[in-house]
């Protein structure tokens, strides 16, 4: 097969010239990227009229999850308010409730939204369902206080980026079939969705450094799955290989054509539509993985970002212009 690769956008490629990239993650690397410092929240609050709440919801364990809930200050809590509900990257092996947490404060500014975080627990410590089981939880915790959050229950949204995407994923599949809570819509960025990791875009980004290779993603599915053969690995975990992707609510699919995940994530999108179901499906060209996280400066990053939110404000403002 050929080696061949799409080519970056040369705004993200002269920008991605200057970032250290590896090719491989290892017990002791992810050591030590997890003794770096936590994303600060602090500079992302300083601008903005926001009521921050830290809460602990129990696992099905009984672990604790924190959770971080962002509000809109001085609104009027007569009228409820969409929820984003938010997951976060990290390959299921790092990263916290704060980590692109600038992508759902931009809807709080937009919509006045509510912005839930959830800690979940992480990989290789936490295995099996107990990571989408956490969000799960945290996203139960959400809906059963909506009124005292000043939250509509018909308006949560799921979203989360790479890891956190596959966990949206998860999430709605679960809260499908268990039939609670109700979510109005998944917002999945570059999901991780497929632990097979056999698709032609995840060869074309082995081999080499990068954001995230292909060896990377088999590091971060073998934290999580262990010893699980295929046959064993639950669809919550790995939602590519759910059976059925009918009676799923609306979805915003996005992905960039110079990744790992870009065929993973097209392929949902084909299956959920191929099921009846509503999604809308975006392959940013030249985008490597996590581009508008990491450079939202750039161009396609800035429209990257803008097209979410208008989709989000045709699904949660119906009736106003966007």
């Known amino acids: 097969m050929t080696t061949a690769r799409p080519a970056l956008d040369p705004e993200l490629r002269e920008l991605l010239a200057d970032m ?7 017990p002791d690397v992810l050591a030590q990227l997890r003794r770096l410092p936590s994303t600060p929240v ?36 007569t009228t409820s308010a969409p929820c984003v509900y938010w997951m976060h990257g990290g390959g299921l092996v790092m990263g916290d409730r704060f980590s692109q947490i600038d992508i759902p404060l931009e809807w709080l500014d937009e919509f006045g939204a509510v912005v839930v975080s959830v800690d979940y627990r992480l ?11 956490d ?13 005292e959050l000043g939250i509509d229950p018909a308006r949560i949204v ?21 039939g609670t809570p109700a979510i109005a819509a998944q917002m999945l960025i570059c999901p991780m969705l497929d632990h097979r990791n056999a698709s032609t875009s995840s060869r074309q980004y ?13 590091f971060g599915w073998r934290a999580v799955l262990g010893d699980l053969t295929d046959d064993e690995v639950p669809a919550y975990v790995s939602p590519a290989l759910a059976d059925d992707l009918s009676g799923l609510p609306t979805a915003y699919i996005d992905t960039g054509s110079a990744e790992v995940f870009r065929d993973e994530d097209t392929d949902y ?3 959920i539509w191929a099921a009846g179901g509503q999604a809308e499906l975006h392959v940013w060209a030249g985008g490597f993985h996590g581009f508008d996280a990491l450079y939202p400066q750039a161009r396609i ?8 939110t208008d989709w989000l404000a045709r699904l949660l403002l119906p009736d106003s212009a966007t």
């Open 135 to 147: 969000c799960h939880q945290g996203l139960l915790w959400v809906a059963e206080h909506s009124a």
């Open 42 to 77: 602090e500079p992302l609050l300083a601008h903005r009229q926001v009521d921050r709440r830290e809460v602990t919801v129990p696992a099905k364990d009984g672990a604790p999850i924190p959770m971080s809930v962002f509000s809109p200050a001085n609104t009027d809590r």
């Open 301 to 308: 990053s800035a429209t990257a970002r803008r097209s979410r």
């Open 158 to 178: 799921v979203a989360g980026a790479s890891a956190g995407g596959g966990l949206a994923a998860g999430v709605t599949l679960l809260a499908r079939d268990l």
């Open 206 to 218: 082995a081999g080499g450094p990068g954001v995230w290779t292909r060896e990377m993603n088999e």
């Open 123 to 133: 990989a290789p410590e936490a295995t099996g369902t107990a990571l989408v089981d």
């Open 269 to 271: 999108a084909t299956r």
């Open 20 to 26: 250290p990239l590896m090719s491989q993650l290892s």
